[in-house]
């Protein structure tokens, strides 16, 4: 068996390498940019209360714009979407460059609210148009191996992210952080502007309003049981044990609010998710998925009970690293499960929930622990999270026994597909890193 992830899928598909190495880098600016506006809303205020407000500025848009967006991912051109809201993207990473440069003026913190909910609108339509296009490049034999490969440039955004933006706003500001992120973009436009017109395979069904559409996806969604489960693991393990607006305090509280160990609190997770995604070869192996990611949801919130209590910086930084390492397990785990168990027509509705799932689980988390650790304290609210996430999963797996049974299909052999070297007459499906680029570095 093993034990490296199989890079299958980056030397045989030029398109999914391009896309992969693009979204590293535009991925790594984006985790500057939440890095900076986390100590950004910090230095303003000195509320964790405040700082998980980034939650929900992020939060309701994300549940406003993703559905539908997950429907638009399934009727129109995937590509042009992209290439649409990736430049919407870079104009927000501008404004909030201004923003940094001149000062925030009279709005202050309500135009940074403002800027992030515009950041997670366009993110919400983004992210499921790129995850659609997943299978459609790489086969379902590859799936595997192309979601591991995926999970790396998250953690190398992880751990690259935050400690670069904690060098740079130590010498620059935050501003710094914001110009770099606008400047990486180009490597989602590198990434994206040589595909091919992606649409949708099916033809869709114009008796059919948008909202009917989105409804259908939910109603979908509903009846798998495997499905739902593993939606409803992802969102109990980041809602209650995922602290991030509780770093800015307990870093003033243990380390003396140094912001270069706050940019390693966010990077000690990654480092430990880059472990496991690259040692992730055994992975496809793998067939009771329901079940293994139960485990690592428990292992998740063990972490996080860790750290709420751990009176050393190693220490507190190694139950960070093990937090990360469970996480990319759960995601992968996750995505597999959504790729394998979704049917084309779906997968723009159905990637737009498992977006809304990873990213807006974590941003009702950042809240719920900021609101805790305001009435209580910040360990009395990493604590406790990370013990009802334990809970949470073994309930999980009693009340969902389809999950918890789930074993995944033996998948057939497929042709690999071919890239062409000019646009081809009849559209090919191509496929892209899930990329939400303004979502907070623990977006799943």
């Not at 230095?43 to 939650?55: E, N, P």
């Not at 809201?85 to 501008?94: E, I, K, L, N």
């Not at 436009?189 to 949708?200: E, I, K, T």
């Not at 309930?395 to 690999?416: D, I, Q, T």
């Amino acid at each position: 068996m093993k034990l490296l992830t199989d890079i299958t899928p980056l030397r045989e598909h030029p398109a999914f390498r391009r896309l992969w190495l693009g979204s590293m880098l535009s991925q790594t600016g984006s985790s500057m940019t939440n890095f900076a506006l986390t100590l950004q809303v910090w230095d303003m205020t000195r509320s964790t209360a405040a700082v998980g407000g980034l939650g929900v500025a992020t939060l309701v848009p994300m549940l406003l714009i993703a559905l539908p967006g997950g429907t638009l991912a399934d009727t129109f051109d995937r590509r042009k979407l992209i290439l649409v809201m990736t430049t919407c993207q870079t104009a927000v990473s501008g404004l909030l460059f201004a923003q940094a440069l001149i000062g925030p003026g009279p709005a202050g913190l309500w135009l940074l609210y403002a800027l992030e909910a515009a950041s997670s609108a366009i993110g919400a339509i983004n992210a499921p148009a790129r995850r659609a296009l997943i299978p459609g490049l790489v086969g379902k034999e590859q799936l595997a191996p192309a979601m591991a490969l995926n999970r790396i440039v998250f953690q190398t955004m992880m751990i690259a992210g935050p400690a670069l933006g904690g060098v740079i706003a130590s010498v620059s500001g935050v501003k710094g952080c914001y110009l770099v992120d606008a400047v990486t973009f180009a490597g989602s436009f590198y990434g994206v502007g040589r595909l091919p017109a992606m649409p949708p395979k099916r033809t869709r069904d114009r008796t059919q309003g948008k909202l009917a559409l989105s409804l259908e996806g939910l109603s979908f969604i509903r009846r798998s049981q495997v499905l739902a489960g593993a939606f409803i693991a992802d969102v109990s393990a980041t809602f209650f044990a995922l602290p991030l607006s509780l770093f800015p305090a307990i870093n003033a509280e243990r380390f003396g609010g140094d912001p270069r160990i706050l940019g390693l609190m966010p990077a000690a997770i990654g480092v430990g998710g880059m472990i496991t995604a690259v040692l992730a070869g055994p992975v496809r192996h793998v067939s009771r998925q329901g079940l293994a990611m139960l485990a690592s949801v428990g292992v998740w919130g063990l972490s996080f009970a860790v750290f709420a209590v751990a009176p050393w910086l190693w220490l507190t930084l190694l139950a960070l690293a093990m937090a990360g390492a469970a996480d990319t397990y759960t995601v992968v785990f996750r995505g597999v499960i959504v790729q394998t168990v979704t049917p084309d027509e779906f997968l723009g509705r159905v990637n737009a929930a498992d977006y809304v799932v990873g990213a807006g689980g974590g941003q009702l988390g950042s809240l719920e622990a900021g609101l805790v650790g305001s009435l209580t304290t910040p360990v009395i609210s990493a604590l406790s999270g990370g013990l009802l996430t334990i809970a949470a999963a073994i309930a999980l797996g009693a009340a969902l026994p389809g999950f918890r049974r789930y074993r995944a299909p033996v998948p057939a052999a497929e042709p690999r597909p071919a890239e062409p070297a000019v646009a081809p007459a009849k559209p090919v499906a191509a496929a892209s890193t899930p990329a939400p680029a303004s979502t907070p570095p623990a977006s799943r």
